[in-house]
């Protein structure tokens, strides 16, 4: 990959990375806390826990999307940026305009996918 397309990639990790930070999402703690009055109501107990769990989600998918961009970054940075780490081929474009913290080509990604899904079936 030339250095004009790494830099325009790096850019664009950079705008997600600020992008994360500035929703304030991973620092905000008062959407996993019951409130006092949820507690005298099964039902609002139920949708205040169902809520938690749904940030809480939410919240470790954003802290894994920034752990990969910066993994991204770090790859750029020693010039190994946009080649699988399976086959050490490199990552198609398309792919990397879409997900630019992408680790892997398209031929492993789907194939972590099934093997994630088949043990996901298991449990």
Request: hydrophobic fraction near 30%; proline fraction near 1%.
């Amino acid at each position: 990959m030339d250095k004009k397309k790494t830099e325009q990639f790096r850019e664009l990790l950079l705008k997600y990375r600020q992008q994360i930070l500035n929703v304030g999402l991973l620092n905000k703690s008062e959407d996993l806390h019951v409130s006092e009055e949820d507690l005298s109501d099964e039902t609002d107990l139920a949708s205040s826990l169902i809520q938690q769990q749904l940030n809480c989600t939410i919240r470790d998918r954003e802290y894994s999307k920034l752990r990969r961009i910066d993994a991204a970054l770090e790859k750029i940075a020693d010039g190994t940026y946009g080649h699988c780490e399976e086959c050490e081929e490199e990552i198609g474009m398309k792919r990397l305009e879409n997900q630019p913290w992408s680790e892997l080509c398209i031929t492993h990604a789907e194939e972590k996918e099934r093997e994630e899904s088949q043990i996901y079936r298991q449990a």
